[in-house]
Nanobody, 126 residues
Framework: QVQLVESGGESVQAGGSLTISCVASGNTASVKYMGWFRQAPGKERDGVATLYLAGGHTDYRASVKGRFTISRDRAKKTLYLQMNEMKSEDTAMYYC???????????????????WGQGTQVTVSS
């Protein structure tokens, strides 16, 4: 079983930057792709960024392209989300997720992910 633990969420000013992290443990060899999702109160959980571990391919939701970067440190089994030029609409609980489906590379669809972390809160104030 894979476990995911996010950290790094905090309050930042609009226009600022923040990097959040997700450490994976357990049988990580079965993980094929990972993603960052966010959920604001009263809203659905949306895909933010995704990374295909074998090929390094990435994908982002339109509203964060050019501002957010997903990356990983293979040795540390850690996934990162670097967020720049942050806006108030980026405020949400951010979740890290891992997927094992064959035939899936990058995915912003939460239904394709099996393992979820507990989340880390990011608040952007204007």
């Amino acid at each position: 079983q894979v476990q995911l633990v996010e950290s790094g969420g905090e309050s930042v000013q609009a226009g600022g930057s923040l990097t959040i992290s997700c450490v994976a443990s357990g049988n990580t060899a079965s993980v094929k792709y990972m993603g960052w999702f966010r959920q604001a109160p009263g809203k659905e959980r949306d895909g933010v960024a995704t990374l295909y571990l074998a090929g390094g391919h990435t994908d982002y939701r339109a509203s964060v392209k050019g501002r957010f970067t997903i990356s990983r440190d293979r040795a540390k089994k850690t996934l990162y989300l670097q967020m720049n030029e942050m806006k108030s609409e980026d405020t949400a609980m951010y979740y890290c997720a891992a997927g094992m489906n064959r035939g899936v590379a990058t995915s912003l669809n939460p239904n394709t992910y099996t393992i979820w972390g507990q989340g880390t809160q990011v608040t952007v104030s204007s």
